[in-house]
């Protein structure tokens, strides 16, 4: 079986189904938000592609490369309302540099092209990360500052007293080679059997997530265009077992008052 067919078999088909009809959702939701997202980003890119062509003396064209996978209404609409809220600063050139959580220790700026041929083309993760990241602030409510940026093995971490209680990944697409079906296959075969076959990436995500939810309750955010898929993740007898939630939009994390003995609520 392939990974969707291998994700569908472990949660079943009413999740499976809420999952489709939410990713239709987020799309409809997205166009009404931003009406010609794709569009009005695609135009953004362009032009900051003539600053980062002029920044880069081995890129000769700021020609774009035609992606496969394309851009879509949901990310595009969440990257333009991560730049409405000042959360990403992106200067001419296309490099971005958060402006409202924790960057990574070794820097905090991105750049949202690569060289191509003579040309360029768009880092379409990044925006998927970086706008992610900016839902957590600004349609959930999360402190900036417990918001720590591609952190270890995860796109961010949110953090609570300095403790771990969500993990964030984010991939370009649901579908697909390295895509979210194939990453949440990879957690559910490890979590029943940790010696089963899977990438080194998702082996070494599987491993940090065991320990971060051994030392007390986490939240794992699945996102991708089309996608928010919550679980709660635990550890049973030193394997990982993620249990989704009822609804995908559940995502709130609720600091407990500080004490000697602080525990965390996940609500």
Known sequence: MGASE????VLGDAWWDRMSRESEEL?????????????????????????FAAARPDVLSPRLAVSRRGLRT?????????LDARVLHVDSAGFVVPQAFRPKISGGRYALFSRNGSGAAVNLEYLIQMAAAAELLVDHGMAGGDICFEQGEFDAVVEDGGAPVLAMEAKARIDGT???????DSLLRLGADPQAAARGN???????LVDMAARG??????????ARWVFDAS???GTLR???????????VVPAPASPHKSRTII
């Open 6 to 9: 291998d994700v569908r078999a």
């Open 27 to 51: 799309a409809q939701a997205a166009d009404v938000r931003y009406p010609g997202a794709v569009e009005r980003l695609s135009a953004l890119l362009q032009a900051w592609a003539i600053g």
């Open 74 to 82: 949901d990310e595009a609409a969440g990257f333009l309302a991560a």
């Open 178 to 184: 390295d895509g979210l079906l194939e990453l949440l």
């Open 202 to 208: 998702h082996r070494r995500k599987y491993a940090a």
């Open 217 to 226: 309750p986490v939240v794992l955010w699945l996102v991708a265009d089309g």
């Open 235 to 237: 550890v049973i007898a």
């Open 242 to 252: 993620l249990t989704p939630r009822t609804a995908a939009g559940a995502l709130h």
